[in-house]
């Protein structure tokens, strides 16, 4: 069942306010211990990092027990806990590697319909909806690695300034692939993007913007909001949409799936009923992603949260 939100708070006025737990100076002493030290010292480092958020990260502890409760069916261990936030902890150090180009250092399986690879080989523009679901490096580390079109991040204005700041500290020449909503110029950048045959990614399970709409769906069994925005912008701008999804599968295992949500192209559907159609399965999908590797979800907050 999907029922519009038009006056209800919005996704993203529970988690864009949340203060950075992290600051420049402390990512750029992470970059230079893996840079510097290697990819298996650093993630020595890890292990205590993980332990303090467990011990004393008390709302992103008690976000993570619901989530794991909903998605594994049982009670979550502590072991449980532990071990999600070092799936997050690792995806996070990996970044360092796949912003400065180290997408060798990885072994990732892709995965794509046969939507998705027509794409691929036409070079056509299009909006890659993804979700705080593993890795979105991952997605941009293998169009360098191919050699395929260049993929820039479409974000909630203050999360892409925040973005920036990590980007700069870790690569400061990728730092101009982040897209702002909200400047007065966002919406041609993209459209222009997407006429250079180009990805734009959008994680499109939080709010790109407070006040904006939003759907109310079922996940994992239980009434979430999602934001319309993204895909009522794809709409606007006629493009297809695919999913992507980056899974981390531990060590240094990756799995990168490609899949189609819809062609905002295609006239025969009503505006409305092709965005519907488009939600429902970019829900679904997530949700399916969510439950063959639980571990892989990255929202620390009470997502469903009325």
Not at 145 to 169: C, F, H, Q, T, W
Not at 214 to 225: M, Q
Not at 272 to 292: F, G, T
């Amino acid at each position: 069942m999907q029922t519009p939100d038009k006056n209800a708070e919005k996704p993203a006025a529970a988690w864009a306010g949340k203060p950075e737990r992290s600051n420049t100076l402390a990512i750029r002493f992470i970059v230079w211990v893996a840079l510097k030290l290697g990819r298996n010292v650093a993630r020595l480092f890890l292990y205590p990092i993980c332990l303090y958020f467990l011990l004393f990260a008390g709302e992103a502890r008690t976000a993570s027990k619901q989530y794991l409760h909903k998605v594994l069916g049982r009670k979550a261990r502590i072991s449980d806990g532990f071990r999600h936030i070092h799936t997050f902890a690792s995806t996070i150090l990996d970044r360092v590697f796949l912003l400065n180009g180290r997408f060798d250092m990885f072994e990732v399986s892709t995965h794509l319909d046969d939507a998705a690879r027509k794409m691929l080989e036409q070079r056509r523009g299009c909006i890659l909806l993804g979700a705080h679901l593993g890795s979105f490096e991952i997605t941009r580390a293998y169009a360098d690695e191919i050699d395929g079109p260049p993929a820039s991040v479409v974000m909630y204005e203050e999360n892409a300034r925040k973005l920036n700041s990590v980007l700069k500290a870790i690569n400061p020449d990728l730092a101009q692939q982040v897209i702002g909503l909200g400047k007065v110029d966002s919406m041609l950048r993209v459209e222009q993007a997407l006429q250079r045959g180009e990805f734009i990614g959008i994680l499109a399970d939080r709010g790109l913007e407070h006040g904006g709409a939003s759907v109310t769906l079922d996940f994992l069994g239980a009434p979430a909001r999602f934001p319309t925005g993204p895909l009522r912008m794809a709409y606007m701008l006629k493009c297809p949409v695919l999913l992507m999804v980056g899974v981390y599968r531990g060590g240094n295992r990756y799995d990168l799936y490609f899949e189609e949500l819809a062609d905002m192209s295609d006239s025969s559907v009503p505006r409305n009923e092709l965005i519907r159609q488009a939600q429902q399965r970019y829900v679904a999908r997530i949700e399916y992603y969510c439950r063959e590797a639980p571990y892989n979800w990255f929202n620390f907050f009470d997502f469903w949260k009325s």
